[in-house]
């Protein structure tokens, strides 16, 4: 669902690069996919991650990737979205089992890596934390309703028709 969630709201600027493994429904994908941006940049480099809480725990062992290639100025901000399940394999498969994750205190995942790590329970918030990220590793844990599908969001201008990803 993080891949729906990006594409409904996300606002980029002029120059900016997306990664993305789409339809391929690759989870893990997007932590890696936005280390290796930095380093094929000149610096010094940003990446913004946007993951679910069950692709990052996939692939959270690259954050040591980072910290040990990381340039001065290099910023790796990464945005977990938490809804305590696989949200994509309990909402496009009826009956699917084991979906329920347990996971780490993100926030002090961030510092064991040598970063900062904060809890937004409030979206606007987001932003600023963006924004202010200080350079080097920064974790925005953003817990959300684990009943909420993306293909439930609407655009409020109806220009364009939701996929159903149920």
């Given amino acids: 669902d993080v891949t729906l969630w990006g594409g409904l709201c996300l606002k980029l600027k002029g120059g900016s690069r997306t990664l993305s493994s789409e339809h391929l429904g690759t989870m893990g994908y997007s932590l890696c996919a936005g280390i290796a941006a930095i380093f094929s940049r000149p610096e010094p480099a940003t990446s913004l991650v946007l993951a679910g809480d069950g692709g990052f725990q996939m ?29 994509r394999v309990i909402f496009g498969f009826d009956g699917a089992k084991g979906c329920d994750l347990l996971g780490p205190d993100f926030c002090e995942l961030a510092k064991v890596y040598g970063g900062h790590g904060y809890r937004l329970d409030d979206a606007v918030e987001i932003g600023r934390h963006v924004r202010d990220a200080a350079d080097g ?21 109806g220009a364009t028709k939701m996929m159903n990803s149920g």
């Fill in 59 to 87: 692939t959270l062992q690259e954050l040591a990737t980072f910290q040990q290639g990381k340039r001065p100025g290099d910023r790796l901000i990464v945005i977990v979205l938490d809804n305590r399940l696989l949200g």
């Fill in 137 to 157: 590793l920064t974790i925005l844990h953003v817990p959300i309703d684990p009943t909420l599908k993306a293909d439930m969001a609407t655009f409020k201008d």
